[in-house]
């Protein structure tokens, strides 16, 4: 079992930054890859970024490549999401994600979420 509890969401200009961070609890983390995905209102729940447990495979979705980091830190059992150069678009709720096996872009395939926290992008 995994639990994951989201931080680091809020209001922010266009073309500003935000990072959020993901903490998990239970013992495994490290077998884990882990994602983060978001949804906005109206909208399915989509890919943003992947890291494999180790950290040494690194996925993005198109929209966010060059501008989002994932990253882990094992030790510290957290996930985290820098997301610079922001746009109104990027506005959702953003959730992070585990999942026992490599990596998917289909959250159907992911067993672990926590709770979300909403980014908002101004323009």
């Known amino acids: 079992q995994v639990q994951l509890v989201e931080s680091g969401g809020g209001l922010v200009q266009a073309g500003g930054s935000l990072r959020l961070s993901c903490a998990a609890s239970?013992?495994?983390?490290?077998?884990?890859?882990m994602g983060w995905f978001r949804q906005a209102p109206g909208k399915e729940r989509e890919f943003v970024a992947a890291?494999?447990?180790?950290?040494?495979?690194?996925y993005y979705a198109d929209s966010v490549k060059g501008r989002f980091t994932i990253s882990r830190d094992n030790a510290k059992k957290t996930v985290y999401l820098q997301m610079n150069s922001l746009k109104p678009e990027d506005t959702a709720v953003y959730y992070c994600a585990a999942r026992g096996g490599i990596y998917s872009g289909s959250y159907r395939d992911w067993d672990y979420w926590g709770q979300g926290t909403q980014v908002i992008v101004s323009s």
């Open positions: 239970g013992r495994t983390f490290s077998s884990y890859a």
């Open positions: 890291a494999s447990w180790s950290g040494g495979s690194i």
